[in-house]
């Protein structure tokens, strides 16, 4: 089940972290490496990093953006060090690595780690799930990207030993088929006259996360989307 949790990287700035975060992933029996846009890669100091994981850097999937690395994931789990201006369901590591390790029966699970300097950005933070935030020193409370993902794939690890997960047998839907959702949920609201497009506010954000916080099951979502098209279909 291992193989179906990936880590993603965006826009790494130092390569020797990626290469970093590569040893912690094969020490912990994690595989899957996906890089948006990494400011240096390849470089020597990845490998050189990486030590025995090299073979992750080559197998390494590098996209153009996260909604490509993440649009097949059911799943999708932020690494967030502060509250935002809307809060996100928060999880700590050993509850991300219970999640994901129970989801990962069922398909894809992404945990996202964002830039050195200023993690994910808000829009970023927006296309997961949960937010997982890994409690720390507060005088010294931001953890190096590679140190952040290395507790992460132990807690991971230390949770598939335990085999006290059972794969859960609900389907839920992809986070591309929840943005398929969120836009034609936000073309039937305007529609409707609910949404003014010129004077949009904050009611699709808080939208997303309601319906990140809830998670509806592939079922539960086909049949909102008939709703939708029904209302659309009303007003034509």
Request: glycine share 4%; with cysteine; hydrophobic share 40%.
């Amino acid at each position: 089940m291992l193989s179906n949790i990936r880590i993603v990287m965006i826009n790494t700035f130092h390569p020797g972290n990626i290469g970093a975060a590569a040893r912690a992933m094969k020490n912990m029996g994690l595989s899957e490496l996906v890089l948006v846009e990494p400011r240096l890669f390849p470089d020597p100091e990845a490998s050189s990093r990486a030590a025995s994981a090299t073979d992750l850097l080559d197998n390494a999937r590098i996209v153009s953006s996260l909604s490509e690395a993440i649009a097949d994931c059911p799943l999708v789990i932020g690494a967030s060090a502060r509250s935002r201006s809307f809060p996100w369901p928060m999880l700590d590591a050993e509850q991300c690595a219970t999640k994901a390790v129970a989801e990962s029966a069922q398909g894809p699970v992404a945990i996202v780690f964002g830039r050195e300097r200023m993690g994910l950005h808000n829009d970023e933070l927006m296309q997961c799930h949960f937010h997982v935030a890994i409690p720390s020193n507060p005088d010294s409370p931001v953890l190096n990207v590679s140190s952040a993902i290395q507790v992460i794939c132990y807690e991971i690890w230390k949770t598939q030993l335990s085999n006290e997960n059972e794969p859960e047998t609900l389907e839920y839907p992809t986070q591309q088929q929840m943005e398929n959702f969120y836009q034609h949920l936000e073309q039937t609201l305007e529609q409707v006259g609910f949404l003014i497009p010129q004077h949009p506010g904050k009611t699709m954000t808080k939208l997303r996360r309601l319906f990140n916080r809830t998670r509806p099951e592939t079922m539960e979502l086909n049949m909102l989307r008939g709703i939708l098209s029904a209302i659309g279909r009303d007003k034509t």
